[in-house]
């Protein structure tokens, strides 16, 4: 299934091809900082899988994980389109939010929970990591 993206102005698009290794939903600081106070929520795909057109502006932050975290937005409108880790550089995290919808994509695992404000609502239903978890199968 082919998925297309775009930024909350229109002047990034994105298309992937191939299925996503893994979803996640962050609760870490980080990311309730991007987030307006929420999580992330997050799909990893292969870098090679995903074309974007237009401009990106980037930015680097040390993650609580330890490893450097590369994050691309919308210059023009702020919307986060993907993060890249220095522990796997052949990876990028798609935010859901810059997918069109039908994407047919949840988050499968919350991570970070330790990090979750205590009125956060976080599904029962999924795996959960307090802290950074072990990469998803498929990932190395
Ligand atoms: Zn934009
Ligand atoms: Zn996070």
Redesign the pocket.
């Known amino acids: 299934m082919n998925r297309t993206g775009r ?6 698009t994105l298309e992937i091809t191939g299925e996503p290794i893994g979803t996640r939903q962050c609760w870490c600081r980080q990311c309730q900082q991007i987030a307006a106070g929420g999580p992330t929520n997050n799909a990893m795909f292969k870098v090679e899988d995903v074309a974007i057109t237009g401009d990106l502006a980037s930015s680097t932050w040390a993650a609580a994980s330890g490893n450097t975290l590369t994050f691309r937005f ?1 210059p ?4 986060q389109i993907h993060g890249q880790s220095s522990a796997r550089p052949h990876l990028v995290t798609v935010r859901l939010g810059a997918l069109d919808e039908g994407h047919g994509l949840r988050p499968e695992v919350v991570i970070w929970t330790d990090d979750a404000p205590d009125w956060a609502v976080i599904d029962p239903a999924l795996e959960r990591f307090p802290r950074q978890p072990p990469p998803p199968p498929g990932a190395s």
């Open positions: 930024c909350a102005c229109g002047a990034v919308c023009s409108c702020g919307t």
